[in-house]
């Protein structure tokens, strides 16, 4: 069945695109997760992989040609499908025709911000929806990380509604529109799925309790949110933890019914497996003397002693949960899909670090001048790469891109993951402007200030954990790179010199290579070239 793949929306404020360049042509086979063009958007030109599987049947916008969001870009389906109907009508109108899983959610988007007008009432004049936007191109929701404005302030065009933390950094968002902040949709922590209800900005005083209600987008996270169920008797089974303490009811003896069933949460329920507990020795406080959560928690191994007459540990398991932030997934994600469709192999090396010790003393020597040996490290590799374009290249399914500029991922640990900015034309700085530019990246990846233009199009990835004292290591390839090198710490030992055991400083480096592209014999001789610069450093200034 052929699928209709529209101009996708890449940004917040993206209103039509321009396709770059078509990595896939027509009679292409198309898996799902390839990229099939580069899209030129508001704010950069981004990759756009398909979601579908099947064959390139069409083509609707040619490179260098512009579209608005939504028209039709491309149509993917089975090889000799008979597609006329829809280039006819230019649009997937018929009931047979599947679209892909994005238009849906842009064409949904669009129909149930619609339907609050016709269930409602119409959204009163001057009033805007503002809702979740996607900051980056693989973004699925965002968190608010902090509101910069507060409902019953004014809000003026091009200033700071809030922070919105994605899967790849925190990132400002700016109002598009000027008004008064009547209602804000999450609250700062809460996380929802692109297009979901943000704010609402219109004339100050307007009733706007209509439309936040009727808004049908779903996808936060807010646990409070998910509980404005229809009304019910009882409560729902999970009680929040930062939800007021309420008066406790009468306990009863049990919380059987009178046929002997017990009224038990399935939370609290699993829980009490878990922990070994009688639910027939639990007094329920939930409504009707439901057992919930809290009653599981505050149960006591010695009052289940007591009741059944025998030894009970007086340990007690506990735990506590934290929500996978946007970007642990994201990594999670990605690194998965790189272990597991990228063959990986490992080399191994070991290098003699004493030249690389006095130049890093002697250079630091000069005045307002400190280089790390990670500096080092980068600008060698950039230089050997140059000289071994297939360890600098790149994997695709009809060819291999042999990248002739060098652009070195540098690895940096944040509180939430991993996050890798990029040293562009590495192999064209000084190991100071290395030093400045790695500082910075740094400094702004921890305090989540990093844009996306400096997280993208690196050519191969440095992992130093050296400095946390790790001897060696190996690490998951950075994709699309074809390697990674793993950088351990040097390593103070004896060594054999000219038939002498001597003291001696090494340090070992894993380089992770991608099979496809980077055979073993290559690597090998990237290593050797990076060994001559790392243990005769002064070849680098030459």
């Not at 071994?388 to 993951?417: C, E, K, T, Y």
């Not at 990835?461 to 790790?470: A, D, H, P, Q, R």
Request: contains cysteine; charged residues 25%; glycine residues 8%.
């Amino acid at each position: 069945m052929a699928e209709v793949i529209n101009m996708p929306r890449l940004s917040d404020t993206m209103e039509e695109g321009t396709v770059a360049a078509w990595l896939k042509k027509v009679g292409d086979k198309v898996e799902e997760g390839d990229i099939l063009a580069e899209i030129e958007t508001d704010k950069a030109t981004m990759e756009f992989e398909s979601f579908n599987e099947g064959t390139l049947l069409h083509i609707g916008i040619q490179e260098g040609e512009t579209a608005k969001v939504d028209t039709l870009l491309a149509i993917i389906g089975d090889e000799g499908e008979d597609i006329s109907g829809l280039l006819n009508g230019k649009a997937p109108e018929t009931p047979e025709i599947e679209v892909s899983e994005e238009t849906k959610i842009l064409s949904e988007t669009k129909s149930e911000t619609k339907e609050v007008a016709s269930e409602a009432q119409e959204i009163p004049e001057g009033v805007i929806v503002v809702t979740m936007p996607r900051l980056s191109d693989t973004m699925e929701e965002g968190t608010v990380a902090t509101w910069l404005k507060k409902v019953g302030e004014e809000v003026e065009e091009g200033d700071i509604l809030a922070e919105i933390e994605t899967d790849k950094a925190t990132m400002e968002f700016e109002s598009f529109q000027s008004g008064t902040l009547l209602h804000i949709g999450l609250e700062e922590g809460e996380s929802a799925k692109v297009d979901a209800l943000l704010a609402i900005i219109g004339p100050a005083g307007t009733d706007v309790s209509s439309v936040a209600k009727n808004f049908k987008v779903e996808g936060t996270t807010s646990e409070a949110k998910q509980e404005e169920a229809p009304k019910k008797e009882s409560k729902p089974a999970e009680v929040l933890k930062s939800e007021p303490k309420k008066e406790t009811p009468k306990a009863t003896t049990n919380s059987s019914s009178p046929n002997g069933r017990v009224f038990v949460s399935p939370l609290a329920k699993k829980m009490a497996e878990e922990k070994g507990i009688n639910l027939s020795q639990v007094n329920g406080t939930g409504e009707n003397g439901r057992i919930i959560k809290r009653d599981i928690e505050n149960f006591t191994p010695a009052a289940q002693g007591a009741a059944v007459g025998k030894f009970v540990p007086t340990g007690q398991e506990d735990f506590d949960e934290v929500p996978n932030s946007n970007m642990r997934k994201a990594i999670a994600k990605n690194l998965a899909k790189s272990k597991f469709s990228a063959p990986h192999y490992y080399l191994n090396v070991e290098f003699d670090m004493e030249n690389a010790i006095a130049f890093r003393a002697q250079y630091n020597s000069l005045p307002d001048t400190k280089i790390s040996y990670n500096d080092m490290i980068v600008k060698a590799c950039a230089l050997a790469l140059k000289q071994h374009p297939q360890v600098n290249s790149q994997w695709f399914d009809d060819r291999m891109q042999l990248n002739n500029h060098v652009h070195i991922g540098v690895a940096v640990a944040v509180p939430d993951g991993l996050v890798v900015p990029v040293v562009r034309f590495a192999n064209e700085q000084s190991l100071p402007q290395i030093g400045a530019a790695v500082k910075d990246y740094a400094g702004r990846a921890r305090n989540k200030k990093l844009t996306l233009d400096e997280m993208e199009g690196s050519t191969f990835t440095i992992s130093n954990l050296g400095m946390f004292g790790i001897e060696s290591f190996t690490s998951i390839i950075n994709q699309p790179n074809s390697a990674i090198l793993s950088v351990g710490a040097i390593v103070s030992k004896p060594v054999v010199k000219n038939g002498q055991v001597v003291a001696g400083n090494t340090m070992k480096l894993t380089m992770a290579c991608d099979h496809r592209t980077v055979d073993g014999a290559t690597g090998a001789q990237f290593l050797q070239t990076l060994k001559g610069y790392i243990e005769n450093p002064i070849t680098m200034l030459v």
